[in-house]
């Protein structure tokens, strides 16, 4: 761009020594120009900016999980107009810089620990002291899981069918995903070992009680 700028410069200078020449005439015309191609090129011009800010603030690298507005998936490339990003599901998704800048940016990959949390489902008919150790229990068997992080295990909900409870815990974020699936099995079989039940719903119309209809003579 300057070495295009100091040849038009130049070029208007030499012009300008001609007596029948105008160079204001050349300027404004290429004022005009340039406003005209400002705005064609405005949407470039903003990704080509949010590009430049991402690299200097950098709220995501290459090869860290993040989430925007609509996708999430591992960053494989930052350019100056497009990032792209490889979703869970092998999808490669191309985002421009200036939509990235302008939402929600959620970087899951950064942070070295995270937290999971589980939400069990428990019958009535067992103690909740008794439930509490159970989970507790399975937590503290748990290599993977922090102990020097906060461990909860809570009544969160009193539903009609069944006792709700949360658990949470705290696990490096390369380990998150395969902590909770290790934990939900070993859960719901220590669940099974203590004989606690986890509810099951029939919705069926055909099983709720009918009411009487007493019929009489007129």
Request: aromatic content about 12%; hydrophobic content about 45%; glycine content about 6%.
């Amino acid at each position: 761009m300057l070495k295009y700028t100091f040849i038009m410069t130049a070029i208007i200078i030499l012009l300008g020594r001609f007596n029948h020449f105008q160079p204001t005439f050349v300027i404004a015309t290429l004022g005009t120009l340039g406003m005209t191609v400002g705005f064609t090129l405005q949407g470039t011009i903003a990704n080509f900016t949010s590009g430049i800010l991402l690299k200097i603030f950098k709220p995501f690298e290459i090869k860290e999980f993040i989430g925007l507005d609509k996708i999430s998936g591992t960053v494989l490339n930052i350019d100056l107009f497009y990032t792209v990003l490889k979703t869970i599901d092998g999808k490669i998704a191309v985002v421009p810089n200036n939509k990235i800048l302008l939402g929600d940016i959620v970087n899951y990959t950064r942070s070295p620990i995270r937290r999971n949390e589980f939400f069990i489902n428990v019958s009535y008919h067992k103690n909740t002291k008794l439930i509490v150790d159970v989970l507790q229990k399975v937590l503290d068997e748990e290599d993977r899981v922090m102990k020097n992080k906060d461990i909860v295990i809570g009544l969160n909900e009193l539903s009609p069918y069944s006792l709700n409870f949360v658990v949470r815990c705290w696990s490096k974020t390369e380990e998150l995903q395969s902590v909770y699936w290790d934990l939900m099995f070993a859960f719901k079989k220590a669940l099974d070992k203590n004989n606690i039940q986890i509810p099951t719903y029939i919705h069926n119309n055909n099983l709720l009680p009918k009411k009487k209809i007493n019929k009489s003579n007129n």
